[in-house]
């Protein structure tokens, strides 16, 4: 009578071991997919260039600034060209201003 008892014990640590790693599995999975932000892994510039030439920064579609007080380790102005990426020195950000403002389209 004793061997059934051990099959039934063994039978049922198999199943609570089955449903505690489900489970287990489940809690991760939430953590993971509520933690996670759109930008969780953030693209930080790592150098700047200290001079950019006025025909680049008039190619300039958009710009984002990165302070070194959140997760990246310097202060960068981060411009778009297009598809490209460049990482600027914030001395730049004045000049983008200035010569956005004075630069007028031309017509066609």
Same mark, same amino acid.
């Given at each position: 009578m004793s061997f059934p008892l051990f099959i039934h014990t063994q039978c049922?640590?198999?199943?609570?071991?089955?449903?505690t790693s489900v489970l287990l599995l489940v809690c991760i999975t939430f953590i993971i997919l509520t933690s996670t932000e759109v930008d969780a892994i953030p693209s930080c510039c790592l150098r700047v260039s200290k001079?950019?030439? !006025?025909?680049? /920064?008039?190619?300039?579609?958009?710009?984002?600034?990165?302070h070194k007080s959140g997760v990246c380790d310097i202060d960068?102005?981060?411009?778009?060209?297009?598809?490209?990426?460049?990482?600027?020195?914030?001395g730049v950000l004045k000049r983008l201003k200035k010569l956005?403002?004075?630069?007028? !389209?031309?017509? /066609?």
């Amino acid at each position: 009578m004793s061997f059934p008892l051990f099959i039934h014990t063994q039978c049922c640590s198999t199943m609570e071991l089955k449903a505690t790693s489900v489970l287990l599995l489940v809690c991760i999975t939430f953590i993971i997919l509520t933690s996670t932000e759109v930008d969780a892994i953030p693209s930080c510039c790592l150098r700047v260039s200290k001079g950019m030439h !006025p025909r680049q /920064i008039r190619l300039v579609s958009e710009y984002m600034i990165q302070h070194k007080s959140g997760v990246c380790d310097i202060d960068a102005v981060i411009l778009y060209v297009g598809k490209k990426r460049f990482c600027a020195d914030l001395g730049v950000l004045k000049r983008l201003k200035k010569l956005k403002k004075n630069h007028k !389209p031309k017509r /066609i």
